[in-house]
């Protein structure tokens, strides 16, 4: 079953005035499964970021639709968005985006404050996910006294805290060490194989070596795609690698 459907997405921006406009997106169709791993990789310009702003309805495409659980984004009135993207959607940023005027407890529930839970029903829901990701005796902490890495889990704990439909990640390695890295790709396989769906956008080829299946963007489309199999994540990493090289010397088959 089909947890998100792109059909046909093109997005076209208008500099001021009108004088001059820029297509980033001409025509991008997939489906992603419910408890999908998948990762949508292309060079700076190709179109990724306008096309996970899109998914997380935070800017609207020029044409096209999309689905996320049946609900038609486009559809959904302007007042009840952040509702739809709070209660459907989880985020991992690169940069983290924690509060560092909140401790790590308080940064994990804050979508559970703003949808008006309850403080036992908060308490409740943070401790098994908290002791998964290993920083259950981290809460008291501030951003800025934790490293990088327990920076992104307590990001990775606030996008799980809301159980979403979807996890949206934009370079969710980016600023890491290779150490922190490992263990994050690690934490994001295993929430996936308990049935999470993850979409991440990456630059990392090893990032995306961890998913089961690869999206290619170029010039605004879909250019390629690759599916797991049986592949080990080292065999993997190697046709990510030779289709990247593909894609910067100007194949065009997909």
């Keep these: 079953m089909a947890i998100l459907e792109v059909n046909n997405i093109r997005k076209i921006y208008t500099t001021r005035l009108g004088a001059n406009k820029v297509q980033a997106l001409s025509d991008v169709s997939f489906s992603v499964e419910k408890g999908e791993y998948v990762a949508i990789m292309g060079e700076s310009g190709s ?18 639709t999309i689905y996320l659980d049946g609900n038609e984004l486009s559809k959904i009135k302007e007042s009840k968005i952040a509702e739809f993207r709070r209660d459907n959607l989880g985020f991992v940023f690169q940069d983290f985006n924690l509060l560092d005027t909140f401790n790590l407890k308080d940064n994990i529930v804050l979508p559970l404050v703003l949808a008006g839970k309850h403080y036992s029903e908060m308490r409740e829901q943070l401790k098994p996910i908290v002791d998964k990701l290993g920083i259950g005796g981290l809460m008291g902490k501030y951003p800025y006294e934790v490293s990088g890495g327990q920076k992104q889990r307590a990001a990775v704990a606030r996008a799980l805290i809301t159980n979403p439909k979807l996890i949206l990640a934009d370079e969710p390695t ?21 049935g999470q769906t993850i979409l991440m ?45 593909i894609l910067a010397t100007g194949g065009e088959s997909k």
């Design 47 to 64: 179109g990724k970021t306008t096309l996970l702003n899109i998914l997380a309805a935070l800017d609207k495409p020029t044409a096209g």
């Design 201 to 245: 956008v990456t630059h990392s080829v090893k990032a995306a070596s961890y998913a089961n299946r690869i999206l290619f963007i170029k010039d605004g489309e879909v250019f390629h795609q690759i599916y797991r199999g049986n592949s080990t994540n080292e065999q993997l990493y190697q046709k990510i690698s030779d289709t990247l090289t």
């Design 174 to 194: 980016g600023a890491l060490d290779s150490k922190s890295t490992d263990e994050l790709l690690g934490l994001f396989s295993k929430i996936n194989q308990e």
